[in-house]
């Protein structure tokens, strides 16, 4: 039985693999067909229009059978005025989405960010049916602006921050290939959406929950056993939040509704998906850099010199390749070709709406769900009283949840001259990458929130790095983006202030996200006054010659 449920799942594990796609950083949409450019409605002309955005390009639903951004067939899909179908680049969205980063007074930017549309199902919460009268033959797909995926969902938008230290490696790494593992472990898993779009009911149903739930309890017990394996130390006793209490247990009764809200214990549930997906890219990442050489300069031994740095741990045993360190047609090596100790945080924002309306609507509810390691943050401004609302906490030694969980493992905690806690040498008590702290517990295993976003409740999102969060407070952050008149100048002036006052400016990196609130971004509260005069000084400070004497 046992070995029959492994082949299962390496099958299961192969085909997405197989099924891979390129990140798609578009959205899909309707517009009208009058707001075509006139050369795109000829077959010599470019395919392009001028609104709403300039670059971008009709969508063929025929080319990609397989795409999230791929509209079904049918009579029903149709919208009911004549439209076009067109994929818009995000990043060149300037009214609905900005993004900057600057490296400050370093000599490399080792900040990398992610924005785009990904492949899993919706997890936004159904709404109630409206009472409003429709007319005949009208349907709710018909009612909307926005674009279906292939599985009938509406499209999940995916942001992403990471803020690499002691090098970029790790955060090109999940720049690259993080929402690759979301998908993965999605498709893997065989998450449903929470929408009800399934076809199976019934016995077939409760079947497919039973064997869906098999395959995920036992894939979280061998990824708990390989961190045990190859680690040892804090993660001999590893239990992750929203994995199963005892991946060898009886699997959990569950209801044949479709509108059943599934429980943290669920394996098959978006945080457990989403905790998979970053553990397996840690643990790849990791095993990746330790099957790698890390030369000694300061050893004139070339017998030395050419033994990995931890030659005697787990983290080396040959008998243990990592699964993406070898080239080949679907992955691309890891890292350069010396060992990397460094590492990266990670702050992921998935949207996802309960009808394809698109999230920046003022009428759309939406769901974000975070995902978060380390000391990046996500903001959200609220529209009644303009306060800056965090998502993420710093996972740093001050932190008491984080402190407790590390004492046992940490040899000790130190303060340095600037005041700051830090373990081992490090500020982040959790990370991707960091291959010699792992034994003490320094682990990417995420941090998990999800917010239901009622329609104009918060005019925007914000995804910040350290660099910005070390100069300029969460309100301070909030109240800028207030006064720019697009996503695209509040990232600018974001980056720019933080990189301005800092006496020794770190890399700023800031997302700047539209939300259905954006136009009333300034009334609620003092709107940008609360913190102009500390802003405002902060710039005369920084503009003085003589406060930067030592």
């Not at 680690?231 to 001999?236: A, D, N």
């Not at 000694?296 to 983290?315: H, I, Q, T």
């Not at 517990?441 to 995420?446: I, Q, T």
Request: with cysteine; proline share 6%; hydrophobic share 30%.
């Amino acid at each position: 039985m046992r070995s029959s449920l492994w082949r299962n799942v390496g099958q299961i594990e192969r085909r997405s693999i197989q099924q891979r796609r390129q990140f798609h950083d578009y959205f899909v949409t309707h517009i009208p067909s009058s707001s075509l450019h006139p050369d795109s409605r000829s077959a010599a002309g470019p395919n392009h229009h001028k609104l709403p955005r300039d670059q971008s390009t009709p969508h063929n639903t025929t080319s990609e059978a397989r795409s999230p951004t791929s509209l079904p067939s049918g009579p029903s899909a149709a919208p009911q005025r004549d439209t076009t179908v067109v994929r818009i680049p995000l990043k060149s969205a300037k009214h609905h989405f900005g993004a900057r980063s600057s490296r400050g007074s370093r000599h490399y930017n080792e900040d990398k960010y992610q924005a785009g549309t990904i492949g899993i199902p919706a997890f936004a919460q159904r709404q109630p049916i409206s009472l409003s009268r429709r007319e005949p033959g009208q349907t709710n797909e018909q009612e909307s602006q926005g674009a279906r995926t292939a599985g009938g969902d509406s499209q999940v938008f995916y942001f992403g921050v990471f803020d690499g230290h002691g090098g970029e490696e790790c955060s090109i790494f999940l720049q690259d290939r993080l929402h690759t593992y979301v998908e993965e472990a999605a498709q893997t898993f065989g998450i449903q959406s929470s929408l009800g779009n399934g076809s199976t009911e019934g016995h077939e149903r409760e079947q497919s929950l039973i064997d869906r739930q098999k395959s995920g309890i036992e894939l979280q017990r061998r990824l708990v056993e390989s961190w045990k394996e190859t680690v040892g130390g804090y993660f001999k006793r590893f239990r992750p939040e929203y994995f199963t209490g005892d991946q060898r247990s009886s699997i959990p009764q569950r209801s044949t509704s479709s509108t059943t809200t599934e429980s943290p214990e669920d394996p098959t549930s978006l945080e457990a998906v989403l905790t998979y997906a970053y553990l397996h890219a840690d643990l790849d990442f990791t095993k990746a850099q330790a099957q790698k050489h890390s030369p000694s300069p300061s050893s004139d031994d070339p017998v030395l010199d050419d033994r990995p740095l931890n030659g005697d741990d787990l983290l080396s045993h040959p008998s243990r390749p990592a699964s993406q360190n070898l080239t080949n047609a679907l992955r691309a090596p890891i890292g350069g070709k010396t060992r990397f100790r460094g590492g990266s945080t990670a702050s992921v924002a998935l949207i996802s709406t309960p009808t394809p309306m698109p999230f920046w609507q003022p009428s759309s509810p939406s769901t974000i769900t975070v995902a978060h390691v380390g000391d990046t943050r996500i903001l959200l401004c609220r529209v009644n009283d303009g306060e800056a609302v965090s998502l993420t906490n710093n996972h740093h030694p001050s932190l008491p949840s984080e402190a407790t969980r590390l004492r046992r493992y940490a040899a000790a905690f130190v303060t340095d001259s600037f005041g700051e806690e830090r373990v081992a040498g490090l500020a982040n008590t959790r990370a991707f990458g960091d291959i010699s702290s792992k034994r003490i517990g320094v682990s990417a295993e995420p941090e998990i929130t999800t917010v239901q976003l009622a329609a104009s409740q918060y005019s925007f999102m914000t995804l910040v790095s350290d660099g910005v969060t070390g100069s300029l407070s969460d309100q301070e952050i909030v109240d800028i983006i207030k006064e720019a008149k697009t996503p695209d100048q509040a990232s600018a002036d974001v980056t720019n202030l933080a990189v301005e006052i800092s006496p020794d400016a770190d890399n700023a990196t800031c997302l700047v996200v539209r939300l259905g609130g954006w136009e009333r971004r300034s009334e609620g509260g003092v709107g940008s006054m609360g913190t102009k005069e500390m802003r405002d000084y902060k710039r005369r400070d920084a503009e003085d010659p003589r406060s930067r004497r030592t």
